[in-house]
C-alpha cells in the first residue's frame, strides 16, 4: 500500500504523511496507482458536488467544484500547465524553452492558458449537464431504478466527475512511458518518467478501459481514442520542441486530456 499512499500524497493535498514517512517501493509500480489515485480525487469530487447542486444554482455550482477540483490537487497540474505554455510558445530553443519552464514567475503565455483552459473546462462542464452520455451503459442499466429519483444532470456531472481524474492521471503514465526526461539533471518529473515503460503503460490502461465502458459503452471507446491521440500527439510536439518530458509537461498533459474528456462527451452528444 506504501505505492499507493506515496501517489495519492504525490497528486494531492490530502495530509496523508506529514511525517514524509512514506517511501515508495522502487520506481516503476507507482505509476500503476496514478489512474487509481484520480479515482480517489474523482470519488471526492463527485460526493462534494452533491450538497454544492442541492443549495446553489448550477453556474455557481459548477464554478465552486472546478475550484474544489483544483484546490484537492494544490494547483500542481496547472502550474505545470503555465510553466509549459511560457516555455514552449515563449522560448526559441531547447535550452530556453526548459529555463523559462523552470523561471517560477508566469507569462503571458501562461497567463492566457490558464485562463483559456479554466473557462473551457466550466463551461465544457456545465453544459455536459444537458446531454445523456451514460444512457445504454451497464452503469446505467444497474442504477436505472435509482434514476427515477436522481436527476439525471446529477448523474451525469458526478460520472465526469469520476472519470475526468482518471483520465488525466493515465496520460501523465502514458506520456512518461512512451517518452524521455527532457533535462540532464533530476527533477520533479524524472522519478515518473525514468524507469516507466510501455508495458506499464499497457497495464495502466486496462482501468479507465474498463471505467469508460462501464460508464460510456461503446461511446466511452471512441472518447479514449480521441485522448490517445491528442496523447501521441502531445508526445510528438513535446520531443521535438525539449526532447522529451518534464514535470510541467506532464501537469499540463493532465489538465488538457481532462479538458478534452469533456468535450469529447459533448462532441459524442449529437450523434
Given amino acids: 500500500m506504501s505505492n499507493f499512499l506515496w501517489a495519492l500524497k504525490f497528486l494531492t493535498i490530502i495530509p496523508i504523511d506529514k511525517d514524509d514517512r512514506i517511501k515508495p517501493h522502487g520506481r516503476t509500480p507507482v505509476v500503476y496507482w496514478f489512474p487509481v489515485a484520480g479515482l480517489c480525487i474523482g470519488i471526492f469530487l463527485s460526493i462534494a458536488y452533491l450538497p454544492l447542486y442541492f443549495f446553489f444554482p448550477p453556474l455557481i455550482t459548477d464554478a465552486l467544484i472546478i475550484l474544489i477540483s483544483i484546490a484537492i490537487t494544490g494547483a500542481l497540474h496547472l502550474d505545470g500547465l503555465a510553466d509549459t505554455c511560457d516555455g514552449i510558445w515563449g522560448g526559441w530553443n531547447k535550452e530556453k524553452r526548459l529555463e523559462i519552464m523552470r523561471d517560477s514567475r508566469i507569462g503571458s503565455f501562461g497567463a492566457i492558458g490558464l485562463i483559456c483552459l479554466l473557462g473551457l473546462k466550466y463551461t465544457s462542464f456545465l453544459s455536459i449537464g444537458e446531454i445523456s452520455a451514460i444512457n445504454n451503459s451497464p452503469f446505467h442499466a444497474s442504477v436505472k431504478c435509482a434514476s427515477c429519483f436522481i436527476s439525471p444532470v446529477l448523474l451525469n456531472k458526478c460520472v465526469a466527475l469520476v472519470v475526468m481524474p482518471v483520465v488525466g492521471r493515465w496520460a501523465q503514465v502514458c506520456a512518461a512511458g512512451l517518452s524521455t526526461y527532457a533535462r ?43 485522448i490517445i491521440i491528442f496523447t501521441l500527439s502531445w508526445i510528438w510536439y513535446i520531443k521535438k520542441k525539449i526532447g522529451g518530458m518534464t514535470g510541467d509537461t506532464l501537469g499540463f498533459m493532465n489538465e488538457v486530456t481532462e479538458l478534452l474528456f469533456l468535450l469529447s462527451l459533448l462532441i459524442l452528444s449529437k450523434f
Fill in 184 to 226: 540532464n539533471e533530476s527533477g520533479t518529473g524524472s522519478f515518473i518518467t525514468v524507469g516507466t515503460t510501455r508495458k506499464q503503460v499497457f497495464y495502466a490502461s486496462l482501468f479507465p478501459v474498463f471505467l469508460f465502458w462501464l460508464f460510456y459503452n461503446l461511446k466511452g471507446f471512441v472518447i479514449f481514442a480521441i
